[in-house]
Every structure is written in C-alpha cells, then in structure tokens.
Nanobody, 119 residues
C-alpha cells in the first residue's frame, strides 16, 4: 500500500506564489513518474505538470513559464512551485504517482489540496 499526501495549498492573491509538496510513503520499490493534476468546479481534471524518473517534464500550456515541477528521489517527494498565480489557477490540486511496490506497478492518487487565487 502506498500513500500520497499533498501539502502547501492555501489562499493567495493574484501574482503571488505557492509551493506544493507531495510525499509518497509505503513499500515503494521505485517511482516511474509523478505529476500534478487539478480540477476546478464544473471542469474536467487536467494534467498540470509531470516528471518521469528519467527527468522528462511536461507542462500544460496554461502554466508554462510560471510553474516548475521537481522531485527529491531520496525523499520520494514531488514539488510544484507556482509563481505569478492567476484566479483561473484556482482548483483542487492532486498528486499522482506511477509507483512500483514489492508486488506490482500501480497508479496512486493523493486526496488533493485546495489552491485559491483571489483577484
């Protein structure tokens, strides 16, 4: 069993910054990739950013140049640095991990953390 716990969400003004953290714990053998998704009310969950074990990174066009994803492999933790935040960034942000345990490879999700950007 693997658990992903997000932290760092909150309320900020437009133009401000937040840093989200996602810590994975459990019987982890390896992490193939981690990513951040978000879901706003009435909208479909969308990929914000992802990073593979080999360092391949993808960003949504809407956040490119403003957000930065990174990983600390020793801590099994992913980060999302969010700068120049806009009201349209308001959403619940979910951490995702493509993780292999002692038994199998599986896709895991965190419970989400609320990010609210005021105008």
């Amino acid at each position: 069993q693997v658990q992903l716990v997000e932290s760092g969400g909150g309320l900020v003004q437009a133009g401000g910054s937040l840093r989200l953290s996602c810590a994975a714990s459990g019987r982890i053998s390896s992490i193939n990739a981690m990513g951040w998704y978000r879901q706003a009310p009435g909208k479909q969950r969308e990929l914000v950013a992802s990073i593979s074990s080999g360092g391949n990174i993808n960003y949504a066009d809407s956040v490119k140049g403003r957000f930065t994803i990174s990983r600390d492999k020793n801590k099994n933790t992913a980060y999302l640095q969010m700068n120049s935040l806009k009201p349209e960034d308001t959403a619940v942000y979910y951490c995702n991990g493509d993780i292999t345990t002692w038994s199998r490879r599986h896709d895991y999700w965190g419970q989400g953390t609320q990010v609210t950007v005021s105008s």
